[in-house]
């Protein structure tokens, strides 16, 4: 395994709306909540990530633009959050200008892998979350991690953006040389009152099969109000289905990472706190 005991994972879509964000953030908590320590890396020049953390629009400095692009310490950008073993490398506006400024470089796809090869053994497990593709901070992300999880929504055309995604994700790890892998696909905002979603989820694992993850994000509100508040789930309302579903969904992340070869699992190494 490239990364030792550290389990890198790309969280990659090919639209906005389909949970990205929410699960990067409330999976992260929920690994850090079993005793692992946990880097959550955000690209999105959005910040929802980061927002959805507490961390408001004036305070995002130093945040990744400013590792990849002012070649600031990566280790200097990382923060703890009020979350116990859950660290968090911030985003900004600034990731706007990373496909002009990284464009004529030649490392340009392998630049974030350099800056996480620096402190990810730290780390039991790194998770980044993307803007959607196309564009150098989704590249970045899947150059550098070990495998990657696609959210998707089981909406009538869920089924095609899911196929583009997860072949433009292969395709581009292989012309790079990448061995980067699929481990799952997340469904999200699955809400089984309507027909059409259950077609659609029954739909998606015919034609995925085991490469779906077998627990799903249904539609809760708490889901959706926990951002709004800078909290995850599990500050916000850690009895609500949401929260629940989110806790299983980690412990089959693991799993799936333990059974994926070449890799395995990491030792829990939060013992000690945040600082």
């Given at each position: ?89 911030t985003a900004s506006t600034d ?181």
């Open positions: 395994m490239p990364h030792g005991r550290v389990v890198i994972t790309a969280i990659v879509s090919r639209k906005g709306g389909v949970g990205k964000t929410t699960t990067a953030v409330n999976l992260a908590a929920a690994l850090a909540a079993q005793g692992y320590k946990v880097l959550l890396v955000d690209l999105d020049s959005q910040a929802s990530t980061s927002l959805s953390l507490g961390v408001s629009r004036w305070a995002l400095a130093p945040s990744s633009a400013d590792v990849l692009l002012n070649s600031y310490p990566i280790a200097d950008a990382i923060r703890a959050t009020r979350v116990m073993g859950l660290y968090l490398i990731l706007t200008s990373l496909d002009r400024e990284l464009g004529p470089l030649p490392r340009r796809e392998s630049l974030l892998k350099e800056e996480l090869s620096e402190v990810a053994d730290s780390f039991d497990f790194v998770l980044i979350d993307c803007p959607a593709f196309p564009s150098l901070a989704p590249v970045n992300a899947l150059m550098a991690s070990d495998c990657y999880v696609v959210p998707a929504v089981p909406h009538y055309l869920a089924i095609e953006g899911v196929r583009n995604v997860c072949a433009s994700a292969d395709r581009l790890c292989q012309r790079l040389g990448s061995p980067t892998r699929l481990l799952g696909i997340a469904l999200t905002m699955v809400d089984y009152r309507t027909r059409a979603s259950r077609d659609n989820v029954g739909q998606i694992r015919q034609e995925f099969g085991e490469r779906v993850f077998a627990i799903e994000i249904r539609t809760n509100i708490r889901l959706a109000e926990a951002p709004a508040h800078g909290q995850t789930i599990f500050e916000f309302d850690s009895s609500s289905p949401g929260a629940e579903a989110y806790r299983l969904l980690a412990e089959e992340f693991v799993l799936r990472a333990g059974l994926m070869g070449g890799l395995a699992l990491p030792t829990k190494r939060t013992a000690l706190a945040n600082s």
